[in-house]
């Protein structure tokens, strides 16, 4: 044999691997050839690649950004439930977890090449806009937003020092989503045949993009570096609650009986949600097309979603061999 050359492959950092979005852009990621790693916390199952970080301890963040040394860098992790009952977590974690990140990166000899942090939609509040374009004022009405909104200001403190941009992803959702979400709540409520599901405000759209077609777009914007950019994820269709329901019920022929419970009623609630894609699409084109009825036949069908995860239990590797 004669001498080989080790093929070093591009490294890219998840925060949050394990999340619920985390797998889906590892797969993506690993597809266009880069070697993953990631941060995970709490009781979420490491790997190889995969560090156990509380991302509020600058000293460790720093160590697992100086032994990965990243080309891109998608940080998602983050408190993500808005209903999340500490605040103190929604705020130390969102706010503080990203700044002590991107300080860390910012100390890298060889700067990172793109640098995704992930905001939100829910920053745009109860806007009277119908379809929300990235410039219309955000007017944050929980606590979950305010600390995206604070987060994004944290960026953009570090633009010129990193090739930093925002996504605001609209609601989405798929196969591995905790079921204190709506749509994953739904589809269990389905899937044992619950004769009533017992729900919050019913009275709300939202949109709901394909975790998949997140990951896509995310990979593929990773990729392109939009520095200084805030990018909306979007389809731009939205539904009603009862509308979802009405499709789960004509996937699987189950009818359910809708209760409204206090306890899941939140006060100052976003009412409607709905995204203008257009930057999204002028920057990276379409997006896979999944609508909500494939999504929800996705998530009900157990096969397929054994498969899913099976095949997404994370194409992690090593890098310190
Ligand atoms: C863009 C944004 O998107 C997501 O935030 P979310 O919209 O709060 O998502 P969700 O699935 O918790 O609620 C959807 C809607 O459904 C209403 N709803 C009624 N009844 C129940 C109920 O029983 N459970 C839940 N969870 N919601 C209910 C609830 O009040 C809300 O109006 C996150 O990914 C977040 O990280 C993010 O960034």
Same mark, same amino acid.
């Given at each position: 044999?004669?001498?080989?050359?080790?093929?070093?492959?591009?490294?890219?950092? +998840?925060?949050?691997?394990?999340?619920?979005? =985390?797998?889906?852009?590892?797969?993506?990621?690993?597809?266009?050839?880069?070697?993953?790693?990631?941060?995970?916390?709490?009781?979420?199952?490491?790997?190889?690649?995969?560090?156990?970080?509380?991302?509020?301890?600058?000293?460790?963040?720093?160590?697992?950004?100086?032994?990965?040394?990243?080309?891109?860098?998608?940080?998602?992790?983050?408190?993500?439930?808005?209903?999340?009952?500490?605040?103190?977590? +929604?705020?130390?974690?969102?706010?503080?977890?990203?700044?002590? @990140? @991107?300080?860390?990166?910012?100390?890298?000899?060889?700067?990172?090449?793109?640098?995704?942090?992930?905001?939100?939609?829910?920053?745009?509040?109860?806007?009277?806009?119908?379809?929300?374009?990235?410039?219309?004022?955000?007017?944050?009405?929980?606590?979950?937003?305010?600390?995206?909104?604070?987060?994004?200001?944290?960026?953009?403190?570090?633009?010129?020092?990193?090739?930093?941009? +925002?996504?605001?992803?609209?609601?989405?959702?798929?196969?591995?989503?905790?079921?204190?979400? @709506? +749509?994953?709540?739904?589809?269990?409520?389905?899937?044992?045949?619950?004769?009533?599901?017992?729900?919050?405000?019913?009275?709300?759209?939202?949109?709901?993009?394909?975790?998949?077609?997140?990951?896509?777009?995310?990979?593929?914007?990773? =990729?392109?570096?939009?520095?200084?950019?805030?990018?909306?994820?979007?389809? =731009?269709?939205?539904?009603?609650?009862?509308?979802?329901? =009405?499709?789960?019920?004509?996937?699987?022929?189950?009818?359910?009986?809708?209760?409204?419970?206090?306890?899941?009623?939140?006060?100052?609630?976003?009412?409607?949600?709905?995204?203008?894609?257009?930057?999204?699409?002028?920057?990276?084109?379409?997006?896979?097309?999944?609508?909500?009825?494939?999504?929800?036949?996705?998530?009900?069908?157990?096969?397929?979603?054994?498969?899913?995860?099976?095949?997404?239990?994370?194409?992690?590797?090593?890098?310190?061999?």
């Amino acid at each position: 044999m004669g001498n080989l050359t080790k093929i070093t492959r591009p490294r890219a950092l +998840i925060t949050g691997l394990r999340g619920f979005t =985390g797998a889906y852009l590892a797969s993506e990621l690993t597809a266009r050839g880069y070697q993953v790693f990631g941060t995970a916390y709490g009781n979420e199952a490491l790997g190889t690649g995969v560090y156990h970080v509380d991302l509020c301890d600058r000293e460790a963040v720093q160590e697992v950004v100086d032994r990965v040394q990243p080309e891109i860098v998608a940080h998602l992790a983050a408190v993500a439930f808005v209903g999340h009952d500490y605040p103190e977590d +929604i705020y130390r974690i969102n706010i503080m977890g990203t700044r002590n @990140l @991107l300080d860390a990166l910012s100390h890298l000899k060889n700067s990172p090449k793109s640098v995704l942090v992930a905001s939100s939609a829910n920053i745009y509040g109860n806007s009277t806009a119908g379809t929300l374009s990235e410039q219309e004022p955000a007017m944050p009405t929980n606590d979950y937003a305010i600390s995206k909104m604070a987060m994004e200001h944290v960026a953009r403190l570090w633009m010129d020092k990193l090739p930093v941009f +925002i996504t605001r992803p609209f609601n989405y959702v798929g196969v591995g989503q905790a079921e204190n979400f @709506l +749509i994953p709540k739904i589809v269990s409520h389905f899937k044992r045949r619950a004769p009533v599901i017992e729900l919050g405000n019913i009275d709300v759209s939202r949109e709901f993009s394909d975790v998949r077609a997140v990951a896509y777009a995310y990979a593929e914007l990773l =990729g392109l570096s939009p520095r200084g950019e805030t990018i909306n994820i979007c389809n =731009g269709k939205a539904y009603t609650l009862r509308e979802v329901i =009405g499709l789960a019920e004509s996937l699987t022929g189950h009818t359910i009986d809708i209760r409204c419970n206090p306890a899941f009623v939140r006060a100052n609630e976003v009412r409607t949600l709905v995204g203008d894609a257009s930057k999204l699409k002028s920057l990276i084109g379409d997006l896979p097309s999944y609508s909500l009825l494939d999504t929800l036949a996705w998530m009900l069908d157990e096969t397929s979603a054994a498969a899913t995860k099976k095949e997404q239990s994370v194409k992690v590797v090593e890098v310190f061999n």
